[in-house]
């Protein structure tokens, strides 16, 4: 690690890691492996914890009204979706796979492509659900969607899926068009809160992360009036472990000041709390895979270094290249080291 600038100093004792965040987007410090040095921070929690002591405490007011300002209301949802993932399809094509997918894989074997990762992890949900084509499935948050293309060529049942992002809808609608499913798939430009009808089933994918802590007991008790009797909901959902939880939540880190303003990972606890307390939705499988999420955000890196005079060529500086590159390295050590996880959650009503 070389500092470039005596400013990174000052930026550390104030803010800590995530001060160390933003000296490094002002290219105040470099390291030839900023991945390596994520790995080494993580396995090393007292240094992470000295670094976030200091002065840190003069920048708290300032911090929890971000927190405030990034709330998921109707309203707050939009504005941070907008933030993300509306920034450019033509951006997000450049280091996803063909299906567009913008969640960890599922890598069946070693040598698996990103793309065979992307297929399975929609394959397993799909039958994990046990879907036919008797089933109407609700997808609470549609991505790009890959999903809906993948169950309906292969399982033939009906979906209705939505979305809040202007950017996404409109790939998706052409998508849909392109491919001739719009007679088995609906395409909402809706947030869940404003959902009706009933449904065999509810699929969410890393949708969750964008609810909020205070929202979770809200998103569950509307899951479970969409679903019929007997109905499912599998959710796919990035974690932090309990012990972090409440420290996290309280506090802003480098994804959610400049990735994900509004995002709040929530812990297998909070979720099934809300579950359980605010919907009587009973927990019927559990599995982690972090390890793959590891593996998805390695290719997603290499493919975004291999485009990267396509990623300039759309007009994006130095400062957005280093903080996506730091983006990315970043949720990978959190992956591979276990700060981070990921799982399927499979609940029934």
Known sequence: MTV?????????????DLGAAESYLRGEWETNDLLQLFLLLAQNTALLNSMNRGLGWLTVP??????WLSRN??????????AHYDLSNDFFRLFLDDTMTYSSGYYPNEDSTLREAS????????????????HHLLEIGTG??????????????????????????????????????????????????????????IVSIEMIEAVGHEFLPTFFHKCHSLLKPGGDLLLQAITIPDQRYEAYRKSTDFIQR??????????????QQAASTTADLQLEHFEDFGSHYARTLAAWRER?????DDVRALGLDERFIRMWDYYLAYCEAGFRTRMTGVAHLHYRK
């Open 304 to 308: 975004f270094w291999e485009r990267i």
């Open 73 to 82: 209301t109707i309203a707050g949802s939009r504005r941070n979706i907008h």
């Open 144 to 201: 790009w969607g890959g999903f809906v293309k993948h169950a309906v060529e292969n399982y033939n049942c009906r979906i209705t899926t939505t979305t809040i992002s202007r950017e996404q809808h409109r790939y998706a609608a052409d998508m849909l068009h392109r491919h001739g499913l719009t007679g088995r798939i609906e395409l909402l430009l809706q947030d869940y809160r404003q959902l009706a009808g009933q449904y065999d089933a």
């Open 4 to 16: 470039n600038d005596a400013s990174f100093y000052r930026r550390m004792l104030l803010h800590g």
């Open 119 to 134: 297929i399975e992890k929609y394959d397993r949900i799909c039958r994990r659900l046990g879907l036919t084509s008797q």
């Open 62 to 67: 300032a911090s929890r009204l971000r927190s």
């Open 258 to 271: 400049y990735i994900f303003p509004g995002g709040c990972l929530p812990s297998i606890g909070a979720l």
